[in-house]
């Protein structure tokens, strides 16, 4: 055995394993239950790690649709990750890499890799045992030291064909870790968390539903050790009772998940019903005091201001909520500290070519994306926004059309981005289109440095930063460098200049945009500076509107 592989079977016999699987249906809110007791069991003290796991046969999230699957998130290490691993880093304030993202696709990759190597010896290679084994070798393998509890959270619903591996391989898993049978011993606990409807008609929560969905995680060999029913309402019936006697769950195990106004009222909830407290007492843990109260002070800050902020997202999909759930996510930490409520419209590109309406908003952001659709009807809107002095934000596409939309308007030059429309002199492009380059066709992803001067030096308060990428097209910069320079502060660049990263107009209230994907490093209690300035701009346009 490698010393590396000593140092992992080491650190993991001292991790407390949690197991979160759902039932009846999906989206129910596993990511966020797994991202409260995260959060639960940091504010005690303890060190977390979360995990995703998923069985879909994608290798990464990178080829998803927005629409069909939400957005893709990236981590630091440039891992194309599902909108959950997103919930973790806000959420639990943890910082994820590729080791906690793990596909069925991924699984079966590397195992059919090794199977091409002769690593099997000539072995029939099967779901059981090799599949699992892999999967678990993945669960245990780069825990950070000094972890104390490890979150996985299955994905999909138990019954799902594509799930059963999964089910099978944590089930062993925690066969071994517990192997004496015992409370005291025990390292692994899984939780089980399903729909709980509540037919208005009757005033009653239905728990048939949540019985059928244990009894089918039963047959997989899994007895779940606590159980969360997610429901619209508690009507503080005695349903807690019915599920335990057919669940074979003792009462102070399970648990409600009911509809809130804030994600972190759920937290509230699970903490003041005793989830964290039941969980450390499960692993013979100490109940260190608890500070979430603290976290809670800062995110129910009320708003002072009457008025509601309105800010519109110029979208290409139309399922704004999960497609640009972070973009979202980022408005609402910065709304919060701004202490201002507000709404978020959606105007679809598909449905709109006037964008006079803008007028009427404090505010616009342009998201990234790929693909041609929408683009003309965004540099349409780009444009209303930059002569109207209306506050906007370009991220990655958006910026690279705020570019196009320049000089095409203001310079009168016929360019384009080469994504969309071949030219001699494209004004976006791939670097290899102007330059000898080895990074031609290839998605730059993940974290890397940029030097700020200018307006962005001081929206960030600092020279230099890092912040996350997901593109392949770069602004052309060398080519029309003076027209550039007439129009925008070219004030974020790679450190070694090669990389336009961001641009300002100095003299608009706030017309910026940026080449990387800030809203993937905003939190409720680190709120991004550009979007904060955002909103700050878009607070001042509406004071002036009054």
Same mark, same amino acid.
Request: aromatic share 8%; hydrophobic share 35%; proline share 3%.
């Given at each position: 055995?490698?010393?590396?592989?000593?140092?992992?079977?080491?650190?993991?016999?001292?991790?407390?394993?949690?197991?979160?699987?759902?039932?009846?249906?999906?989206?129910?809110?596993?990511?966020?239950?797994?991202?409260?007791?995260?959060?639960?069991?940091?504010?005690?003290?303890?060190?977390?790690?979360?995990?995703?796991?998923?069985?879909?046969?994608?290798?990464?999230?990178?080829?998803?649709?927005?629409?069909?699957?939400?957005?893709?998130?990236?981590?630091?290490?440039?891992?194309?990750?599902?909108?959950?691993?997103?919930?973790?880093?806000?959420?639990?304030?943890?910082?994820?890499?590729?080791?906690?993202?793990?596909?069925?696709?991924?699984?079966?990759?590397?195992?059919?890799?090794?199977?091409?190597?002769?690593?099997?010896?000539?072995?029939?290679?099967?779901?059981?045992?090799?599949?699992?084994?892999?999967?678990?070798?993945?669960?245990?393998?780069?825990?950070?030291?000094?972890?104390?509890?490890?979150?996985?959270?299955?994905?999909?619903?138990?019954?799902?064909?594509?799930?059963?591996?999964?089910?099978?391989?944590?089930?062993?898993?925690?066969?071994?870790? !517990?192997?004496?049978?015992?409370?005291?011993?025990?390292?692994?606990?899984?939780?089980?968390?399903?729909?709980?409807?509540?037919?208005?008609?009757?005033?009653?929560?239905?728990?048939?539903?949540?019985?059928?969905?244990?009894?089918?995680?039963?047959?997989?060999?899994?007895?779940?050790?606590?159980?969360?029913?997610?429901?619209?309402?508690?009507?503080?019936?005695?349903?807690?009772?019915?599920?335990?006697?057919?669940?074979?769950?003792?009462?102070?195990?399970?648990?409600?998940?009911?509809?809130?106004?804030?994600?972190?009222?759920?937290? !509230?909830?699970?903490?003041?019903?005793?989830?964290?407290?039941?969980?450390?007492?499960?692993?013979?843990? !100490?109940?260190?005091?608890?500070?979430?109260?603290?976290?809670?002070?800062?995110?129910?800050?009320?708003?002072?201001?009457?008025?509601?902020?309105?800010?519109?997202?110029?979208?290409?999909?139309?399922?704004?909520?999960?497609?640009?759930?972070?973009?979202?996510?980022?408005?609402?930490?910065?709304?919060?500290?701004?202490?201002?409520?507000?709404?978020?419209?959606?105007?679809?590109?598909?449905?709109?070519?006037?964008?006079?309406?803008?007028?009427?908003?404090?505010?616009?952001?342009?998201?990234?994306?790929?693909?041609?659709?929408?683009?003309?009807?965004?540099?349409?809107?780009?444009?209303?926004?930059?002569?109207?002095?209306?506050?906007?934000?370009?991220?990655?596409?958006?910026?690279?059309?705020?570019?196009?939309?320049?000089?095409?308007?203001?310079?009168?030059?016929?360019?384009?981005?080469?994504?969309?429309?071949?030219?001699?002199?494209?004004?976006?492009?791939?670097?290899?289109?102007?330059?000898?380059?080895?990074?031609?066709?290839?998605?730059?992803?993940?974290?890397?440095?940029?030097?700020?001067?200018?307006?962005?030096?001081?929206?960030?308060?600092?020279?230099?930063?890092?912040?996350?990428?997901?593109?392949?097209?770069?602004?052309?910069?060398?080519?029309?460098?003076?027209?550039?320079?007439?129009?925008?502060?070219?004030?974020?660049?790679?450190?070694?200049?090669?990389?336009?990263?961001?641009?300002?107009?100095?003299?608009?209230?706030?017309?910026?945009?940026?080449?990387?994907?800030?809203?993937?490093?905003?939190?409720?209690?680190?709120?991004?500076?550009?979007?904060?300035?955002?909103?700050?701009?878009?607070?001042?346009?509406?004071?002036? !509107?009054?």
């Amino acid at each position: 055995m490698t010393e590396l592989n000593k140092n992992n079977k080491k650190n993991q016999s001292k991790v407390s394993t949690i197991f979160i699987t759902g039932g009846v249906m999906s989206s129910l809110g596993k990511g966020i239950t797994a991202s409260s007791i995260a959060l639960l069991l940091k504010s005690r003290g303890y060190n977390v790690c979360l995990r995703k796991l998923e069985p879909y046969l994608n290798v990464d999230a990178g080829t998803l649709s927005p629409e069909q699957h939400g957005e893709v998130f990236v981590t630091e290490d440039g891992t194309e990750t599902d909108m959950d691993i997103g919930n973790y880093e806000r959420f639990a304030n943890v910082k994820c890499n590729k080791h906690d993202y793990i596909t069925s696709g991924r699984i079966f990759s590397e195992v059919i890799t090794a199977e091409r190597r002769g690593d099997y010896l000539g072995k029939t290679v099967q779901i059981i045992p090799h599949i699992t084994e892999k999967i678990s070798e993945i669960i245990n393998s780069n825990i950070p030291e000094g972890t104390d509890f490890l979150i996985c959270e299955i994905g999909g619903t138990v019954g799902d064909i594509e799930g059963l591996p999964f089910l099978e391989a944590i089930k062993k898993q925690a066969g071994l870790q !517990n192997q004496k049978g015992q409370k005291n011993d025990r390292n692994s606990l899984f939780i089980h968390l399903a729909l709980m409807p509540y037919i208005e008609s009757a005033n009653e929560l239905k728990t048939k539903p949540v019985q059928h969905s244990v009894r089918e995680l039963q047959r997989s060999g899994i007895q779940p050790d606590m159980i969360i029913c997610r429901s619209e309402r508690n009507t503080n019936s005695d349903w807690k009772k019915k599920i335990s006697m057919f669940a074979n769950v003792d009462e102070s195990n399970i648990f409600g998940a009911w509809t809130q106004k804030s994600l972190y009222e759920v937290v !509230n909830q699970y903490h003041e019903d005793g989830l964290d407290a039941q969980i450390c007492d499960f692993f013979q843990k !100490n109940q260190n005091a608890s500070s979430i109260g603290e976290i809670l002070e800062v995110v129910r800050k009320e708003p002072i201001r009457e008025k509601e902020l309105k800010i519109a997202i110029i979208t290409k999909y139309q399922n704004i909520k999960d497609s640009y759930f972070s973009v979202t996510e980022a408005v609402k930490h910065a709304a919060l500290f701004h202490r201002t409520k507000f709404t978020l419209e959606a105007i679809d590109t598909s449905e709109v070519s006037n964008y006079s309406g803008l007028k009427d908003f404090d505010a616009c952001i342009v998201p990234g994306g790929f693909g041609a659709r929408g683009t003309k009807e965004k540099i349409s809107a780009l444009k209303f926004a930059r002569e109207n002095n209306i506050p906007c934000l370009g991220i990655c596409l958006g910026m690279q059309l705020m570019i196009v939309e320049a000089l095409q308007n203001i310079c009168n030059i016929d360019t384009n981005s080469s994504e969309f429309v071949k030219s001699k002199n494209p004004a976006v492009g791939l670097i290899d289109e102007w330059t000898e380059s080895q990074k031609g066709g290839t998605m730059r992803l993940g974290s890397y440095p940029c030097t700020l001067t200018g307006v962005l030096k001081d929206i960030y308060d600092q020279g230099l930063i890092s912040e996350r990428h997901r593109h392949r097209y770069e602004v052309n910069h060398s080519f029309y460098k003076k027209n550039l320079e007439a129009i925008f502060e070219l004030g974020a660049w790679s450190p070694d200049k090669s990389l336009l990263e961001g641009v300002a107009i100095k003299e608009h209230p706030f017309f910026v945009g940026v080449q990387f994907h800030p809203e993937f490093q905003s939190s409720m209690t680190n709120p991004h500076p550009l979007f904060r300035k955002l909103v700050e701009a878009g607070l001042k346009r509406s004071d002036s !509107n009054k």
